[in-house]
């Protein structure tokens, strides 16, 4: 089947309506939730804070007490203990975070007093709700504080037990089986005699696993190494893709290996969907999609460097959007170029960058390495930069946003 | 013991000096050093690639053979198979990454021959070594590839795993134990009506191990909450010190209860050395560091936004220099504010700000909610913004400097 370089957006829309990600989910504790994806929608049960409370180390008093109050004019008022005041000559002292004791609307900070005998002179004026935290000021009852499709962040988990919540109910890991295609890919333990047999020592995989294995909310499945076998790639595919939500082949990037890959995926299922072969980017050019029993097989490039973006603006872009994540997939920040740059129309073009704080702002410098292949581009730049399949390129000085890696 | 409150910087390096981080290391295969601080310098055992090879699918030819050609000019070369040309009129055929033949100095394209019996028509003009990726070009045998102290991530495994480096030394975890104090908190698990009792339901502690849990290199052991007695708090600190590279207490903030936690801490070790007794930041001014037996011991806050920013800005940043790690602990964006902010004259003030997208550039704004207790805020913000303790604010407009979170 001929490659006909569809457009990444185009792909990954027709993906999502192909495709099926049924992934289902789980409750659990707060502390196992973290980096997990929400998979409902989350609510304050309560105010918080709960009541008005003191946001300092003090003493409640009455506001109206204190309206004349200065150093050269101390007010007197007797420090008497309990959860009320019986009249506004007393004060409560109070640690932050307690209960206003009734009586009082205000509270006034140890250094605004001068202690003297059983009692207190204050010297400054306090306005109501001086150093008070008023019920309801952080989140009202009832109000939405989460949402379905966010990655649960540690700040999340702060607020739900602050408000009692002890359960979360989050979609289960996806479960993303990985096997890299290839009868010229050797384990590294094969050492590098390999290269003097006409071998190459796996990058791809590794790279593709271990940067999945950044996302708490992916289980990798690793099915190891599979020679250039159509009836080897369909068998393990097979397996892989039973035991998977999504499937990732990497290698076979040679017209004719590739070919071997893809008719062995489309063994599997005569219904079968071709989604893309081959898609408008470079690198990742030969990067083709099937859908197979309503679920999602990735062919990527086996050079690391073209896996790697195509891994990152297709499956993650795609598992992004399938789950409805609410969070950007890359930080992307405003850079000055530092060379003039240049893409191929009609494919986006990723070029790997070095930003680095240049005076007051940040400037973006491209790595310039030819090939696709080339490991240690990928090791010095720290970002992306997309040139989109209708734009030329940039100039020295232009400004452009780049993806942070 | 009256608070002092030193500058963060002057504190850390004190700390530095006074403490030790026995990590230790270990020997590990590369898939399971993701995320961990390499514990060696690591050099190429040889090139790469380890031979020139093809960056492309097409033909290995004398470039000599080419210099006249053009479409109005093919010239036609014998296509035969092997591992050498027996002269320049033949062609061998390559796929991407394959040795070049000897005898070859460049390969030409699919798209730039003419297929014609068996032979081709090569119809574009090469220069020497076109479309051949040299020996060594993307990595020199002998040559520095990554260094101790590099947290190791993807593209290093995949750099390693090419020249056939399959273990690695790498520092064991970093062990910090972690506990709260305060008579007042309760579990999650006890609800809300702790509220109503004169409790707080815990967020700080579980704020500070889940953030921790983000780095791969660290170890998370809590033990739990911890009663405002000075005996519990001296025997679990006592027990966690033993356990633990670092220990981490949360809570207790009020000047009487810290003082519980803080005596607590020193009784333990006659020869306890106080790095810190409040530092000079806002929020987080009671945040305290004591040296017990060579290992720091944190006092944090025991309200969330403070414990959380002296977290990232005086624990990890320990953390970071004392593993002498190479990586900036925060990804630094220039930004221009969208509102005024002050500071506090003598104290560093850490405002949790939002930055978003606007036209061309980056903006930031403010979360404006007083009170370190105040959750929202977090949520709601995605970085740090810094201003310094000589500095009294920044204007609307000005072009700041924030720490994404």
Redesign the interface.
Known sequence: MKYDYKPIDEALKTLLEYSRLDIGYVETD??DA??MVLAEDIYA??D????DRS?V?GYAVCSDATTSASPSNPIPLKVVVGEALASCDEAIPV?????IPKGADAVVM?EDVIRKDNGIYVIKSLPKYANV?RKG???KAGEK?ASKGEII??????????????KLRIFKHVHVGVAATGS?IAE?????R???E?L?????S??I???L??YRFIKVNWYGFVKDDENEIANIAKMALDENNILILTGG?????QDKTFRAILSIDSNAKVIARGLAMRPGRPTSIVVVKSKPVFLLS???VAA?IALNVVVLNFLFRALNIKEELF????AQMTKRISGSIGYDSFIRVKVF?CD???CTEPIM???S????S??HSNALLVIPKNVEGFDKGD?VWVK?L
Chains 1, 2 share one sequence.
């Open positions: 707060l502390i973290i980096g049960p309560i918080l804070p709960p009541f946001a180390d640690a932050t975070g307690q209960r140890l935290s000021e952080d989140v504080i962040k540690p700040i999340h988990l702060a607020l739900f037990s602050a408000l009692g919540i002890t010229e590294p333990a094969y050492g590098v390999a290269y003097d006409g190459i020592l796996d990058s791809t590794i790279l696993r271990s940067t294995s950044k990037t040679g017209p004719s290996e086996g050079f690391p790697y930080i992307e920040v405003p704080k007051e702002d940040l390495i030819h090939g292949g080339v490991l240690k990928l090791l400004r942070m």
